[in-house]
């Protein structure tokens, strides 16, 4: 079992920034691929950004030029950098892994339990 635990969320200015982490735990052999997703009510869950093992990264048009996404291999972490925010950019965002068990090589999908990110002044 794999658990996502997200930090950093918050109310911000438009033209703020803020970075989110998910630290990840649990039996895991390696990651295929990271990504942060957002999603407001009534509307469906987006891809934000995503990282793959071997550190390609992509981005939803709406962000480009603004969020990076990162990850800390030693301490199993995914990070968001958000700047210059804007009110669209209100959500709950999602931290997701797809995880590579140990032994077995299984593949599995796991969210943490998501972070709101309000941007308003």
């Known amino acids: 079992q794999v658990q996502l635990v997200e930090s950093g969320g918050g109310l911000v200015q438009p033209g703020g920034s803020l970075r989110l982490s998910c630290a990840a735990s649990g039996s895991i052999f390696s990651f295929s691929a990271m990504g942060w997703y957002r999603q407001v009510p009534g509307s469906q869950r987006e891809l934000v950004a995503s990282?793959?093992?071997?550190?390609?990264?992509n981005y939803a048009d709406s962000v480009k030029g603004r969020f990076t996404i990162s990850r800390d291999n030693d301490k199993n972490t995914l990070y968001l950098q958000m700047n210059s925010l804007k009110p669209e950019d209100t959500a709950v965002y999602y931290c997701?892994?797809?995880?590579?068990?140990?032994?077995?090589?299984?593949?599995?999908?796991?969210w943490g339990q998501g972070t709101q990110v309000t941007v308003s002044s």
């Open positions: 997701n892994a797809k995880v590579v068990a140990p032994i077995s090589r299984r593949e599995s999908n796991y």
């Open positions: 990282i793959t093992r071997g550190g390609n990264t």
